[in-house]
């Protein structure tokens, strides 16, 4: 089992800031990726940023340019600096850890919500 929590989620100006930190714990594998996807209400969850334990990062079209994903591998924790957020970027965040063993295994946070509002 693997363990994540989220923090840093909130309410922010068009314009603003925020940082998003999961921390992952328990049974974690070596090799693997962490990331964050965001959901609204009636539609799917899509892909934010992801980084492999290797440092290779994939960002969505709309956040390039202005969310910055890292990791802490001795930490086993991944960030998410998001500048001049968007009204369109209000959703529920959330963390996924995925191993790259032979059998992967997915796990998901709770998910951490970003309001952006004036």
């Known amino acids: 089992q693997v363990q994540l929590v989220e923090s840093g989620g909130g309410l922010v100006q068009p314009g603003g800031s925020l940082r998003l930190s999961c921390a992952a714990s328990?049974?974690?594998?070596?090799?693997?990726?962490m990331g964050w996807y965001r959901q609204v209400p009636g539609k799917e969850r899509e892909l934010v940023a992801v980084?492999?334990?290797?440092?290779?990062?994939d960002y969505a079209d709309s956040v390039k340019g202005r969310f910055t994903i890292s990791r802490d591998n001795a930490k086993n924790t991944v960030f998410l600096q998001m500048n001049n957020l968007k009204p369109e970027d209000t959703a529920v965040y959330y963390c996924?850890?995925?191993?790259?063993?032979?059998?992967?295994?997915?796990?998901w946070g709770q998910g951490t919500q970003v309001t952006v509002s004036s």
């Open positions: 328990g049974n974690i594998f070596n090799r693997n990726v």
């Open positions: 980084i492999s334990s290797g440092g290779t990062t």
């Open positions: 996924r850890y995925r191993s790259l063993s032979s059998i992967p295994t997915t796990y």
